[in-house]
């Protein structure tokens, strides 16, 4: 590699200022000749005692950009204590980075421990003088080791924090409580801890990087883009499913494969379906134990051929090794989580190969448009919570019973002093804390506050286990055999709908014999014979915003600018000849013959949180009952009226903008548990206010409503 002369005198720079035993471990056990321009940049960063956000792709060296100024930071300073705390959003990343820390902590004498659930109890905890240098845990472990005062007071000296997969945190009160950890470990440590935050891509990250650091050091963002290089695509439509299935198995035969599907049961259905037809087929879903996906990472990084069947949990950063080809079956909903998944090949300097099997022209079309907002680089912008009101019950509690009994006067001044609840007024906080008293969630003795019955009821089961997540637990059966070994998880749904047939479940066969709903227990035994559909409940993404964007642009201009061959290249002709010329960002009002009524159609390209809302609004604005149905790319609305429906609903449309924000908000249904675990815990305003702006995301659906042009054109379709 040619490196220019200035360049190699600052990586040379950066190698020599570096701790000896660190160059020793890139040098000798690593085998490195120099560092990657994204781990010198990070680590002239974290020097300067920056806050750094590390953009990279999958394989693109940003876990040692972190590792290596941290070990270094830690060597050179001989901290006591915990000194560098590793959060990840998933146990199995835990596992899996684990041997790459190890490789520089070992060597140069720093203790590494892990602490999540998987990790027996016993080695969730250390010895008075022993704690380790480096602790790897993941947020809801946090939570439960700030409880422990011994334990936690080993954090105050703590240096250095390090986010993994930031991406996968911002837009989720899960996010918000790994944030809101953030500012109560500085207030352990009594220091502005330095955050490293590594991610994939992402569409706003100087946003991100804000978020992270909340301005107190000043932040740096590491993003080296990475080269232009060759890609492989290839792309099979089949519209039959054994068919599909078959093409699919001609791919992957005597190859290392990740063949990355849309949920949990596609995964089954597609495992199934290929059963006996590849050789080492695994699959790997967030409803199987941690067990067998293991076994799945292990037996792929073998020698010779292997295949995964997998969903988004493969995404993330943990190592899977060398492959020949990623498969995408279906198009992925966003162009991030295209990136994550090419990302998986073209790895040791070969170009990544990327095969997509598709069911008709609409998914081409859906998937070209993924691969050109990709080459774009327009990527999902991320968005985290304004009114992160679940939160901040939950930290309520938590804060009463770490104190055992507290005043209002603290626990206003505790979460005012955390960034996320900053924008929260005083008296917003008086409201919860008065509605949480009304439903006993907390207690009062004279000027103190501590937590009520009611918490304990709802989240005082196993010592309050419940209460350190966010993430609504329920709604899901462990499956166990008559000898108690775990193989996965089922939907409640399911369980009660299953019957006496069979049903897949990790690629293999069962059926349920019993089941105890007291313990969320469904007993099975191997199956056999006419299997059932496995399904799991979950909301349904969508299309992201800028996928439909780039959808809309391929129609708008009449096709693709990618080099297709002639037989995609007529397919996709063919798709978008079934809608009209659309002009770029406008609202199309569209009117079309229907079996009694003629239908209106209005195509927005603005996704499924979008298309959802207005259809909500324009129910609410109509003088009579219509149906109304909606997808990521419009909304059909039904019976609306026998003589000029499209100018019905284009005045419906105008009513709409002319009501605005504050009507709207009182139109649209209100979320409760099915959303936010601590619902019960707030008042009707704080809940609304949840739903305005992180729910329907209000004040953005209205700016794009009053921005775009409304084209109404009567008795035209496709």
Same mark, same amino acid.
């Given at each position: ?95 899996? /980075? *684990?041997?790459?820390?190890?490789? &520089?902590?070992?060597? !140069? ?84 801890? /330095? ?7 992402? =569409? ?28 492989? &695509?290839?792309?099979? %439509? ?27 049961? +596609? ?7 290929? @059963?006996?037809?590849? +050789?080492?087929?695994? %699959? ?15 037996? &792929? ?19 899977? $090794? ?14 991030? @989580? ?7 090949? $073209? ?15 609409? +998914? ?142 990790? =690629? ?8 105890? *709903? ?33 959808? *809309? ?11 297709? #061959? ?22 199309? %009002?569209? +009117? ?5 009524? #003629?239908?209106? !159609? ?75 675990? &601590? ?37 035209? $379709?496709?």
């Amino acid at each position: 590699m040619n490196v220019p002369a200035n360049r190699e005198m600052e990586s040379m720079e950066t190698f020599s200022r570096l701790h000896e035993g660190v160059k020793d471990v890139i040098s000798h056990r690593l085998g490195w000749s120099e560092l990657r321009p994204v781990q010198e940049e990070a680590c002239r960063a974290v020097a300067g005692g920056y806050d750094v956000l590390v953009i990279a792709p999958t394989a693109g060296g940003k876990t040692e950009a972190a590792l290596i100024p941290v070990i270094d930071g830690i060597m050179k300073g001989a901290f006591s204590g915990v000194a560098a705390v590793y959060i990840a959003p998933l146990k199995a990343l835990i596992n899996d /980075q *684990e041997e790459r820390f190890a490789e &520089f902590c070992l060597p !140069n004498g720093l203790e590494l421990a892990k602490w999540h659930g998987d990790v027996p109890k016993g080695g969730r905890a250390w010895k008075d003088g022993e704690a380790p240098h480096i602790l790897m845990i993941t947020p809801e472990s946090l939570e439960v080791l700030l409880m422990e005062p011994t334990l936690s007071s080993d954090l105050c000296n703590l240096r250095y924090l390090v986010i993994d997969e930031l991406h996968a945190f911002v837009e989720s009160d899960r996010g918000v409580q790994m944030r809101v950890l953030l500012d109560r470990l500085d207030r352990v440590a009594g220091r502005a801890i /330095q955050r490293i935050g590594l991610s994939a891509t992402v =569409g706003n990250p100087a946003d991100i990087l804000s978020w992270l650091s909340g301005d107190r050091h000043g932040g740096i963002l590491v993003h080296i883009p990475s080269p232009a290089r060759e890609k492989h &695509f290839r792309f099979v %439509v089949e519209r039959q499913d054994n068919r599909r299935m078959m093409a699919l198995a001609r791919l992957i035969s005597g190859k290392k494969a990740l063949v990355f599907v849309n949920s949990r049961s +596609e995964a089954e259905s597609v495992t199934r379906a290929l @059963s006996g037809k590849v +050789e080492q087929l695994l %699959v790997h879903h967030s409803s199987l134990p941690s067990t067998l996906r293991r076994e799945a990472e292990k037996a &792929f990084s073998e020698e010779g051929s292997a295949c995964i069947i997998c969903t988004s949990t493969l995404e993330l950063g943990i190592d899977i $090794g060398d492959l020949d080809v990623v498969v995408q079956v279906g198009p992925p909903g966003s162009v991030s @989580s295209f990136l994550q998944r090419m990302g998986r090949s $073209g790895r040791r300097g070969k170009p990544p190969h990327v095969a997509c099997v598709l069911k008709d022209a609409g +998914e081409l079309l859906w998937m070209v448009a993924v691969i050109e907002a990709a080459s774009r680089n327009e990527v999902e912008p991320l968005r985290p919570p304004e009114k992160p009101f679940n939160v901040l019950a939950q930290q309520i509690l938590l804060e009463l019973l770490r104190k055992r009994r507290s005043s209002r006067t603290h626990i206003r001044r505790f979460l005012r002093g955390l960034k996320p609840f900053s924008s929260i007024r005083g008296r917003e906080i008086d409201s919860v804390l008065a509605h949480m008293a009304e439903m006993e969630m907390i207690e009062r003795d004279g000027d103190m506050l501590m937590a009520g019955k009611g918490a304990e009821q709802v989240f005082g089961r196993s010592n309050w286990k419940d209460l350190f997540s966010v993430i609504s637990g329920g709604g899901e059966f462990r499956a166990i055999t008559p000898d108690g070994e775990v193989v996965g998880k089922l939907d409640a749904r399911f369980v009660a709908a299953r019957g006496k047939t069979s049903f897949s479940l990790g =690629g293999k066969s069962w059926t349920c014999i019993g089941s105890d *709903e007291l313990h969320d227990l469904v007993v099975v035994v191997p199956g056999e014979g006419e299997q059932s559909e496995v399904f799991w409940t979950g909301s349904q993404a969508g299309i992201s915003p800028v996928v439909c964007h780039a959808i *809309e642009e391929i129609l708008s201009r009449g096709g693709s600018v990618l080099p297709l #061959p002639a037989r995609e290249r007529d397919l996709l002709a063919s798709a978008v000849g079934e809608f009209p010329a659309l002009r770029v960002g406008a609202l199309h %009002v569209l +009117e079309k013959p229907g079996p009694k009524w #003629p239908e209106v !159609n209005i195509l927005t390209f603005r996704g499924l949180r979008f298309n959802s809302t207005l259809a909500a609004l324009l129910r609410a604005e109509s003088a009579r009952k219509v149906a109304i149905l909606y997808d990521d790319f419009g909304i059909t609305v039904k019976m609306v009226a026998k003589e000029g429906p499209a100018a019905v609903v284009a005045g419906m449309l105008e009513q709409v903008r002319k009501r605005g924000m504050q009507n709207a908000a009182t139109v649209l249904k209100v979320p409760g548990q099915e959303v936010w675990k &601590f619902a019960r815990a707030l008042p009707e305003t704080s809940l609304r206010e949840m739903a305005v702006h992180d729910y329907y995301r209000l004040p953005g659906f209205f700016r794009d409503l009053a921005g775009a042009s409304l084209i109404s054109k009567p008795e035209e $379709g496709p």
